[in-house]
């Protein structure tokens, strides 16, 4: 059974109210993927409105659900532009696994411009952690 795009992606708080955002499925048509990448945002931000925070979220991004297998279309990118630059986020670190995740998003971070000092990648959830607490 395939799951549902808006399934696709899951978004909880852990103790210390940092937002994890799974990607569970790697998806590769560009207007699905904008789809799954917008969905991803919505949870965020209702989770953000949920719990009340008083302050910026910190989000960590984690591709490592989806195994070596990863794909940003346009659309998606400017959906993940538009989160990241949101005063209602304060830093997300991206933590994957693979080579094409990390070719991604260094092409990614190549676009940030001043959104730079917000978004970082990892490849170990303690370097992530502790970028995203500093």
């Not at 499925?25 to 719990?51: M, V």
Request: proline share 2%; glycine share 4%; hydrophobic share 45%.
């Amino acid at each position: 059974m395939q799951l549902k795009i808006e399934d696709t992606v899951v978004v909880n708080a852990d103790k210390n109210d940092i937002l994890i955002v799974s990607f569970l499925e790697a998806i590769y048509d560009d207007e699905k993927n904008a789809i799954q990448a917008q969905a991803g945002a919505e949870k965020c931000f209702a989770l953000i409105a949920e719990k009340g925070f008083s302050t910026p979220a910190k989000v960590i991004v984690d591709l490592r659900p989806m195994g070596s297998k990863s794909h940003i279309s346009p659309k998606a990118r400017e959906v993940y532009m538009k989160f990241v630059s949101d005063q209602r986020i304060a830093k997300v670190a991206v933590l994957g696994s693979s080579d094409a995740q990390v070719s991604i998003a260094n092409f990614i971070l190549t676009f940030t411009g001043d959104l730079g000092a917000k978004l970082a990648w990892f490849s170990s959830e303690a370097e992530a952690r502790y970028w995203i607490q500093k």
